[in-house]
């Protein structure tokens, strides 16, 4: 457990403290390398098409339509997830949920490992989710788990995901769509 | 009186152009004037579209919290009120900013301690607001004199701390500061500390931009939490906090987010490096083999004593740190380079500073490090006092 990304085993790792900080702009990050946006993108649609139970979680920014970006990218997640044949498993709000999660039907920052494990989720895209609340996910869940997160940002990105892609907004969802079709008929998926 | 709905893309509620902080830093055009470090503040705040202060009298800060009054009368500042004591006044500034306003506040010395517990709360709900410490000594019997022992109790409440050496770096500091708290991925309270009296109540020189121009208002649609409503969803997490909860799992939430803070304050580097021109300043003799490592005034009273020396024929250099949190290790790992001796000059009697180069340089480099010269309790730090210090290492038993 807990053997991929830059800090290794760690109760809580941050990668930070591993001098790995979140990619410049234009660049995306891939473990411990900046590399180009499409060399990320094509590598994130590789592992969600190749690893089991591949799952979207997609977060509040993006479930409720309060602008019209936010209806845009719901839209084109859904298509993602059919792209990349992934299951989506919504982050409704940040409560934690006692007195007990249910993890068949949503994650949660506070304990987003039991939805990971409950489904046996080997690699999954945080979309949508504020900043703050994916970081604490994504500490969590390389503390926790085998899964290789992916996080779709629109801000600066988060280093605590295996693969960051930043500045992510309907524009770049189109391109990492088309890419992901590209490497699905390149794998025969 | 202008109101925030006044507010265009191009110009603020005052009237003012908004620019961005590189223009207001690095291309606008300055003016000579003659300040003290309160007037100072209060034109930086002038420039920065502040939306909110609250203010609780203590010396040395008490006019500077007056004079960014006198902004709100003047319709620069959106609100501003005067808090019933400084524990009120820290909640109340974070109730402004975690409800998306820009907000500043000043407190010194005892009004820091009794305030304390807030600080931790600040950097906790991700917060980005700025404090200006005006440090002053805390000890008693009570004493106003300068002394910044009250920044040893805040260098783990997870907020950021920089520190201004004069008059200039105040306010190109407390520009920069809302800059950097406020970046999505950094979105952590700043502190911006200077020596009270030391700067607050000194005239110097200083370099300002006209004041026509003010920074873009701040984005909490951009911050990494949502504008908190503590009673809806998504933003509830204050009114129902996983660690009050007895569940099995709120140990890796709060340690995580604990982290996550400090993560925070670590990505703010590469925007501190740039706002801020390096995260550390170097003056003197590159090739020294002494080395003074300082903060605020203390490096003025350092660069004189290295001048000093300079004239004894013994070269020296000094490294002024501008931020303490988040440290900047790799600054002064590379600054310390053929250095063999280092000396941390202080104005407190514990000589926090000394402990924070110990703890982060050990097993770093191969320099002894002297904890001192330091004075406590409003004394000043004359150059004569580090020579000595020098000389004594470096000449044993013959002093100066």
């Known amino acids: ?6 800090a290794y085993y760690s109760p809580y790792p941050a990668a930070t403290y591993e001098g790995v900080i979140t990619p410049p702009e234009g660049k995306a990050l891939l473990l411990e390398d900046v590399v180009d946006e499409e060399t990320a993108m094509r590598e994130v649609a590789r592992v969600m098409l190749t690893s089991e139970n591949a799952t979207i979680f997609p977060g509040p920014q993006v479930l409720y339509g309060w602008n019209e970006e936010a209806k845009k990218k719901a839209t084109l997640i859904k298509e993602m997830a059919d792209v990349l044949n992934a299951k989506m498993i919504p982050m409704y709000d940040y409560r934690p949920k006692y007195p007990k999660i249910d993890a068949e039907v949503e994650i949660n920052p506070n304990h987003p490992n039991l939805t990971i494990w409950h489904n046996n989720i080997k690699a999954a895209i945080f979309i949508g989710v504020h900043c703050h609340y994916a970081n ?37 969802l189109e391109k990492f769509i088309k890419i992901a079709k590209e490497v699905k008929a390149e794998l025969g998926k | 009186m202008s109101k925030i709905t006044d507010m265009t893309k191009t110009h603020n509620w005052s009237g003012q152009k908004l620019v961005s902080i590189d223009h207001m830093l690095f291309e606008a055009p300055r003016t000579k004037h003659f300040m003290t470090g309160s007037e100072v503040l209060k ?76 600080f931790a709360q600040w950097s906790g709900t991700r917060a980005p607001m700025q404090l200006v410490l005006m440090a002053r000594g805390i000890n008693s019997p009570l004493t106003i004199q300068p002394d910044n022992l009250e920044v040893q ?24 500061a809302f800059t950097v708290a406020e970046q999505p991925d950094v979105h952590v309270p700043i502190i911006t500390a200077v020596d009270g009296f030391f700067v607050s109540h000194t005239r110097e020189a200083v370099e300002l931009p006209e004041d026509d121009i003010a920074l873009h208002p701040y984005d ?39 982290w996550e803070i400090r993560s925070a304050v670590e990505r703010s580097k590469r925007y501190a490096r740039h706002l801020l021109k390096g995260l550390v300043h170097v003056t003197g003799n590159e090739d020294a083999e002494i080395a003074f490592v300082t903060c605020g005034t203390a490096s003025n009273q350092a660069k004189e004593g290295q001048r000093e020396l300079e004239k004894l024929g013994i070269k020296s250099k000094v490294i002024k740190l501008r931020t303490i949190r988040p440290f900047p290790e790799e600054e002064l790992e590379e600054a310390l380079k053929g250095v ?39 004394m000043s730090l004359p150059a004569e006092a580090i020579i000595q210090e020098v000389m004594e290492v470096v000449n044993p038993g013959k002093g100066a």
């Not at chain 2, 500077?64 to 902004?71: P, R, V």
């Not at chain 2, 969803?233 to 799992?249: A, C, E, Q, T, W």
């Not at chain 2, 180069?357 to 409003?378: F, Q, S, T, W």
């Open chain 1, 136 to 172: 604490v996910a994504l500490k969590i869940v390389r503390a926790e788990t085998d899964c290789y997160t992916i996080a779709i940002c629109g801000l600066s990105g988060h280093e605590d995901a295996m693969a960051t892609l930043r500045d992510q907004h309907s524009h770049e």
């Open chain 2, 153 to 176: 109790y805040l260098l783990e409440t997870g907020c950021m701390i920089w520190y201004a050496e004069n008059v200039q770096e105040l306010f190109d500091m407390s520009l920069a």
């Open chain 1, 1 to 6: 457990m807990a053997n991929q990304g830059p």
């Open chain 2, 340 to 378: 063999k001796h280092v000396f941390v000059p202080e104005f407190n009697v514990v000589g926090w500073l000394a402990n924070e180069v110990k703890a982060k340089l050990y097993g770093k480099v191969d320099v002894n490090i002297h904890a001192g010269p330091r004075v406590a309790g409003g």
């Open chain 2, 43 to 118: 034109e930086a705040v002038k420039r920065a579209t502040v939306d909110a202060s609250v203010s609780y009298p203590i010396t040395p800060q008490s006019e500077a919290a007056h004079l960014i009054g006198e902004l709100w009368a003047e319709g620069y500042v959106g609100v501003y009120f005067r808090g019933e004591n400084e524990f009120g006044v820290m909640s109340e500034v974070a109730g402004c900013s975690m409800a998306g306003a820009r907000t500043i506040t000043t407190t010194s010395g005892p009004g820091t301690l009794r305030a304390m517990e807030n």
């Open chain 2, 220 to 258: 909490p649609y951009a911050a990494p939490l949502p504008p908190i409503d503590s009673e809806m969803p998504p933003g509830r997490f204050l009114r129902d906090p996983f660690v009050m909860k007895s569940n099995y799992i709120s140990y890796a939430t709060h340690a995580s987010w604990q």
